[in-house]
């Protein structure tokens, strides 16, 4: 059958309704032939029925995208599947839109008959999803150029911390290496801040985890063991995770202050995270009271940084964070906008 004949074929009733919805419309014959498009369809590309039927609607195809909606449609058509595909045709104007094509198959007493498709003009939400991909790009490059210049000036800070260190009395030195030790904590916790999959929403259990082994390998490697448990999945906002990074940094540098270089330190984490709730972090280290420190010169600064930290991020902190009264975060809950 011909395309013309195909079209002829279709009923008054069908052509009657498809010509008065106010959406482009189209049906094809089992071979995937036009052989009807609406007046809206017609109105939009200026063209005659007889001129878009059969193939020759694809000529206002977009050439980028031509190959593509072929290969969706062919595809569809071998299974006779219901397709959606996007692409551009061109206007009556000669500009070319982006269309939604949804299409279903008509099947009658078991029998193929074609597909029947609607479009939707979609070119404005197009528009803003690259305005929201170029402006994603721009803020993940401003990004990492701000990590690249704290990384930078955190690996100044140490080499001057160690260039003091050293020529500083004996008495002193003991303090000039844990505040370079803290440092290099410091940027560590800003490394996998910025290697999070989403900086926007951050997988608590994933970046303690990851932050955990790179803190345990950064002094007194093989001696100190970091475990996170719990249940639930706490997604926190970055200065939330910020704080909590450097709180376990510093329950770290304690532990390793108050003990011998050969002992083994071991600390546990449990992250709650129950549904609409607040997420809470329990933090339990395995060093209790130390008669002797490690470092007898170096402040023991813990429990006042700790506040500190957790006072910037608006988490509620209690305890000691030892097995009989654990360090208690109750972190805040997300603002409103946040994906957290």
Known sequence: ????????????????????????????????????????????????????????????????DFDRHARIVAKALEAREPFTVEFRLRRHDGVYRWLLDTARPLVEEGEFLGYLGSCFDITDRKHAEEHIEHALAEKEALLAEVYHRVRNNLQVMVSLIGLYGRAAPDACRGSFEALGQRVRAIALVQQHLHEAPHIASIDLRDYLRRLASGLGQLRRAGRIGVQVNGTGNGLVEPRTANALGMIVAEIVAECLDATAETVACSIAITIEAPADEPITVAVVSNVTDVAEPNRPNVPKLGPRLIAAYAAQAEIVASGEATPTDPLLLRLPQPRAGSDA
């Open 1 to 64: 059958m011909s395309d013309e004949a195909g079209a002829a074929a279709l009923s008054d009733t069908f052509r009657r309704f498809a010509d008065v919805v106010p959406l482009m419309l189209w049906r094809s014959d089992q071979h995937g032939h036009a052989v009807h498009h609406n007046e809206c369809w017609l109105e939009f590309t200026g063209r005659s029925l007889a001129e878009e039927l059969g193939q020759g609607w694809r000529k206002g195809l977009h050439p980028e």
